[in-house]
């Protein structure tokens, strides 16, 4: 078995990790006009997912690795250990994107995972339990309204049949979406039971940044609220309608917006509420047409389970009111929502050795983004290992930057994690 003074001695290739990130960012690369830079747009199912999904697959298949696909598209790749009969260690992340992303959001994850079992392979390290790599539909919630769909899935939140049934703007449904692409996999989707899940991820804020750490041992995911907010006015004439004989959705729409910030500053500096309306469809949507209907989505987080439940009210009967005073239709339904989600005791010390193993700052923090790993939590002990950003770890948006040494730190300590979890008994 493995001790733990042989561990540190491999390392992973920081300049292969960064190459594979760089070229599966040319999967969905677009010109985006705002930063003049180049960005990733991968939307979950699309047909940019699918290549990336192929080439991330083609990778694994190179590395000796078995590759299964599951009924919502999650893929797992396997690395035999000396057991087989044991769980095994899980690890990766997600592949797909928002439309304005940049090469790391998930990426490192899934190919620091990649990393890892190539550098195992190279020196001809055997883990004692079997490894897999996994990664999983849906992250990011951006098309199909729902965030971690598919590791909900795997992990039983969400049922098969209601993730199917989601449908994008265009009213096109997962498992259609799924199909076209080639990953509607025949693997149940409860197969995997692992004895552990970890994942590496950059940490799309300021703060590791900022106190100078070179690692961030997530202690847990702050809970997030999601919803669409429906307003129903009138469409009317802008010239000839009176002011007062108006139901504008586009006003009531505005007003959510003005209150969504206004809940999140009176609840104070730092680690407060967060509070987005990141998404407004209007309709007509015309110059000379006074907004008829308009549609919405309210991103609410807190670490505090009890502080986001007391926005979610407050913002409630704010939606009550907005319709009587401004005589529209108001209605609104929970699209996501996940509660504070702690983090393995166990699963961090050993993120928090391997990077003081490394001789790296590491510093405990809380995730301020939905992960993967927040599912695969319920089943298994987990934890999570963020590098900082450049930029104010800006993410989102194609500015999004580690550097080859912040992800190749990334990568090394989820080496050294994932061969402490594989050799436990
Ligand atoms: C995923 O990126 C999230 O919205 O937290
Ligand atoms: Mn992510
Ligand atoms: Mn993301």
């Not at 990953?183 to 994942?199: K, S």
């Not at 586009?250 to 987005?276: K, N």
Request: overall charge positive; hydrophobic content about 40%; aromatic content about 6%.
């Amino acid at each position: 078995m493995a001790k733990t003074a042989e561990l540190s001695r491999v390392c992973v290739d920081g300049r292969r990790l960064y190459r594979s990130l760089a070229e599966l960012a040319r999967v969905g690369a677009y010109r985006d006009e705002a930063t003049a830079l180049r960005g990733v747009n991968r939307l979950a199912l699309t047909e940019a997912d699918g290549r990336g999904r192929r080439l991330v697959v083609g990778w694994f298949r190179r590395a000796g690795l078995h590759v299964a696909v599951d009924r919502i598209g999650n893929v797992y790749a396997r690395r035999e250990g000396a057991e087989p009969a044991l769980a095994p260690v899980l690890f990766g992340s997600h592949i797909d994107s928002v439309p304005t992303a940049g090469a790391f959001d998930g990426c490192l994850g899934v190919l620091g995972a990649l990393e890892v079992v190539r550098t195992l392979g190279e020196n001809r390290i055997r883990t004692r339990r079997p490894l897999v790599i996994g990664f999983f539909t849906e992250e990011e919630g951006c098309r199909f309204g729902t965030d971690m769909l598919g590791s909900a899935v795997a992990t039983g939140r969400i049922p098969l049949a209601k993730a199917y049934a989601l449908r994008d703007r265009a009213g096109l449904a997962v498992v259609d979406e799924l199909r076209k692409i080639g990953f509607l996999g025949p693997r149940d989707v409860r197969a995997v039971r692992p004895h552990a899940y970890v994942e590496c991820h950059i940490e799309q804020g300021p703060i590791l940044r900022r106190r100078g750490a070179e690692i961030g041992v997530v202690s847990g995911v702050q809970a997030i609220s999601w919803r669409e907010v429906l307003f129903e006015g009138r469409a009317a004439h802008a010239g000839t309608t009176p002011m007062d004989l108006r139901a504008d959705a586009g006003l009531a729409a505005a007003r959510l917006m003005v209150e969504v910030r206004r809940l999140a500053e009176s609840d104070g500096r730092g680690a407060g509420l967060r509070g987005t309306v990141g998404s407004l469809r209007l309709e007509p949507n015309m110059v000379n047409v006074v907004g008829g209907r308009a549609t919405c989505t309210v991103d609410l987080r807190h670490p505090s389970d009890a502080r986001l439940a007391g926005a979610e009210r407050r913002l409630d009967s704010f939606l009550r009111r907005l319709g009587r005073q401004d005589g529209v239709g108001v209605t609104w339904r929970q699209t996501a929502r996940t509660p504070y989600v702690p983090f393995d005791e166990r699963v961090q010390a050993a993120v928090a050795r391997a990077a003081d193993r490394l001789g790296l700052r590491a510093e405990a923090i809380v995730s301020g983004a939905g992960h993967d790993a927040q599912e695969w939590s319920r089943l298994c002990k987990t934890a999570m290992i963020f590098v900082p950003g450049e930029y104010d770890g800006i993410s989102h948006n194609p500015r999004e930057l580690s550097t080859p040494k912040q992800c190749a730190d990334g990568a090394n300590v989820l080496l050294e994690v994932v061969r402490e979890l594989a050799e436990e008994p």
